[in-house]
């Protein structure tokens, strides 16, 4: 079975990459931008993070038009473009099987894979396959392609040949983060937004990372990745083991949002924009996050400059169908800023003394946020507040506003849905109560953590 499906794999990269040379009507740089995709000869590959015996069946690796067709050996996760389960026999059990299978090592791509938004993979049982597209809220099915009939084997082909046809965004890959292998470092491109709507202008900056504090280790979600950065490009190669001089914070994440910019009261990246417009002039010392820079994140396809969202993700997926697959189709955009600080988890502390003043600091930026920005974090949590090391003294600091929201001059929310990190959520907000948010709940967050 895994045999045959490589064949039919390679034969249509053969296909493609012929047609594509020998084709008058299309330029040097659109069959530059096409693809090949080449199976796996071995069915022993794994993620660093899995167990020796948790391999998968086949994979799938994405190469140039220009390239060479030969099916790689043993490749690792990280270059991995999508991963294939077979199984002998389509009873429902060998499909659900193969199905579970694909989902836990399609999670362990997103956690291996610093530039995948989203992602696809294959099930093939007895000759049946089918496309499973891997989104931030949903996962889509293909219909089943029986390759041993005529149809089935013509629309496998189409589909390979379509997605080969497709630009690197299109097939879920982040164009603003690209491994730099002559300085054997990762490069992102961090937009600047306008301070006033939050839109992102043309104008990014670049920033250098090796070390990742936070994965994207679960299926569905926001997927957040952040990197310890600095914004001076390395002058040299980077040793293996070795670690850039970082001096920075990156959050990279999919965030769910309104689709109108000046209508979304949850930007976290606003929201970090206030908070330093309303502090920087305290002289008190009050420790807060400190955004460099950020915004939405856009991308170029073609000659159109295109803003990262579930929109432009299922752009030519029928709205009903989206409806349907969701029950709602959920707006998610790609955000990414850079803070100042640098931290450590809160159970790192070494002393109760050190462990009170890193408390008291952050009840202080609470306290400070809620009453001078009229926001209300929402989501207070061990996860959340940093250890800092500041002028040689340990400092506390507030991080993750992606829960928060505007109060009112009375210091009140509107009554929201569940919001939070269990088991520190108030309890209005685990039972999504219909009394108004105020800062006491987060007070209640920080009493459940303190115990």
Known sequence: MRSAIKSFILYVAHYVKQSLSASDSISAEAKEGCHLFVPSLSADSKSEIADDCDQIDMGLIDRKSTADIEACTNPSYYRLWAIIEARLAKTSKDACGAFAQLCRHTQQMFTEQYDLRFTFG??????????????????????????ATREGRRSFIELLINLSLCEIPQLGRDPTIQFMADLNCWQIDCPDDDNNNGVSRDTVKQYYFSTTICHADCLLGRHTRCYQLTDICPTKKRKDGESLEATMVVKDAFAFAKSNVSEDGRDEVRILKRIWQKLESDKSGIMYPKIVVGGRVQFKRGNKTIEDTTSTMYEGVDNELLEKVSGGALFCTHRCFVLESIGKPLHTVETVKKFVTVIGDVME??????????ILHQDISDSNILVVQSNSAVRGLLIDFDFAIYVSEDKEAGCGKMAGTLPFMSFNNIISSNVKRTSLDDCESMLFLLC
Not at 139 to 146: F, V
Not at 365 to 373: G, L, Q, S, T
């Open 365 to 374: 930026c609470h306290h400070a946020i809620v009453e001078r920005c009229q």
């Open 122 to 147: 294959f099930t093939v049982c007895a000759g049946e396959v089918c496309l499973y597209h891997f989104g931030n809220n949903k996962i889509m099915a293909s219909a089943p392609m029986d390759i």
